[in-house]
């Protein structure tokens, strides 16, 4: 099992910047794909970035070159910093982790789909105000 909590969402002006926090244990936090979620009321959950555990990256085209997102090992922690925050980027952010041993070498098109994640944070309330 591996229990996910998330931290650091808001309300925001647009144009804003915040950096949420997903704090991870009871598993090797190294052995993990991270990724990050988000669903907007009415809307499904859309895909938002993701990191491996090998460091490479991936982000949807919404958030391309606005956030970024990071791990700490050491810390057992995932990060997503987002800049230049829109009001459509308002939703709940979801953090999960998806397990090497899993994923493997289909983490090229596993990342960015929710059903190849095995564990989930609660989520993270972002609100950008215009």
């Known amino acids: 099992q591996v229990q996910l909590i998330e931290s650091g969402g808001g309300l925001v002006q647009a144009g804003g910047s915040l950096r949420l926090s997903c704090a991870a244990s009871?598993?090797?936090?190294?052995?993990?794909?991270m990724g990050w979620f988000r669903q907007a009321p009415g809307k499904e959950r859309e895909f938002v970035a993701a990191?491996?555990?090998?460091?490479?990256?991936y982000y949807a085209d919404s958030v391309k070159g606005r956030f970024t997102i990071s791990r700490d090992n050491a810390k057992n922690t995932v990060y997503l910093q987002m800049n230049s925050l829109k009001p459509e980027d308002t939703a709940v952010y979801h953090c999960?982790?998806?397990?090497?041993?899993?994923?493997?070498?289909?983490?090229?098109?596993?990342?960015?789909?929710?059903?190849?994640?095995?564990?989930w944070g609660q989520g993270t309330q972002v609100t950008v105000s215009s």
């Open positions: 999960a982790a998806g397990s090497r041993e899993r994923m493997g070498s289909r983490w090229y098109f596993a990342k960015a789909l929710p059903s190849w994640y095995d564990y």
């Open positions: 009871g598993r090797t936090f190294s052995n993990y794909a």
């Open positions: 990191i491996s555990w090998s460091g490479s990256t």
